[in-house]
């Protein structure tokens, strides 16, 4: 069954305009963590926000923040004030320590940022 | 800076040879690293973990006799493509946690062609 589901393939937003990418996760425990990632055309995964299932305020990371409705079971990530370097892929992933940590990713969703 | 490092960043080889790819962790010590693989256009699929000290857990599917994994140390882990076919050919990233977050830290990956 798949764990993370981003249903955005694609979103567009305007520059210095904000923008939401959704994420919803399925999953018994009670704990667990929630992360999203950025994959620009490099490559490589940065790092971007992390939300723990016990923390009751939403996360928030500079212009990122976690849209955290836990009953609902979804973990947005927005971002304020667009800027072109933001054009990339975005990963959620939720870890599981049933299985040793590892993490589970959703399809991702492509953003463009158009000036 | 990065804390996770890959070598190669991109390897080309010729059908049936051998390629070894080499993920360390700079600053910390990683009992467990991950190593996924990427399509185009697709998410991370976990390919194993590997574990310093003992042997590799691999997901379904993933053939352990082609895609050989030895965690040499604690700050080394090798991924080796034995008997490479066209079809290996993807990007292969490998991560270990670093924080007690879990939040992992992801090595700027390894692009393999199979020619």
């Known amino acids: 069954a798949q764990k993370i589901t981003q249903t955005q393939p694609g979103m567009f937003v305007q520059e210095k305009e904000a923008v939401t990418l959704d994420c919803t996760y399925d999953t018994s425990d009670q704990s667990y963590g929630l992360f999203w990632y950025k994959q620009p055309s490099s490559g490589e995964m940065i790092f971007l926000i992390y939300q723990g299932s016990y923390d009751e305020q939403n996360a928030t990371e500079g212009r990122y923040s976690l849209n955290f409705q836990k009953a609902r079971k979804s973990a947005n990530l927005v971002i304020s004030a667009s800027q072109l370097g933001d054009s990339a892929m975005y990963f959620c992933?939720?870890?599981?320590?049933?299985?040793?940590?590892?993490?589970?990713f959703g399809t991702g969703t492509s953003l463009t940022v158009i000036p | 800076g990065a804390v996770v490092s890959q070598h190669p960043s991109w390897v080309i080889c010729k059908s049936g040879t051998s390629v070894k790819i080499e993920c360390r962790s700079l600053?910390?010590?990683?009992?467990?690293m991950f190593w996924y693989r990427q399509f185009p256009k697709q998410s991370l699929m976990l390919m194993a973990t590997?574990?310093?000290?003992?042997?590799?857990?691999?997901e379904q599917g993933v053939e352990k006799d082609k895609f050989l994994i030895n965690h040499a140390s604690l700050t080394l882990s090798t991924l080796t493509v034995t008997s490479a076919h066209p079809e290996d050919s993807s990007f292969y990233i490998c991560s270990a946690p670093r924080t007690i977050l879990y939040e992992q830290y992801f090595g700027p990956g390894t692009r393999l062609t199979v020619t």
């Open positions: 992933a939720m870890r599981d320590p049933n299985t040793g940590n590892q993490f589970y």
């Open positions: 590997s574990n310093e000290g003992s042997k590799a857990t691999y």
């Open positions: 600053d910390f010590q990683a009992t467990t």
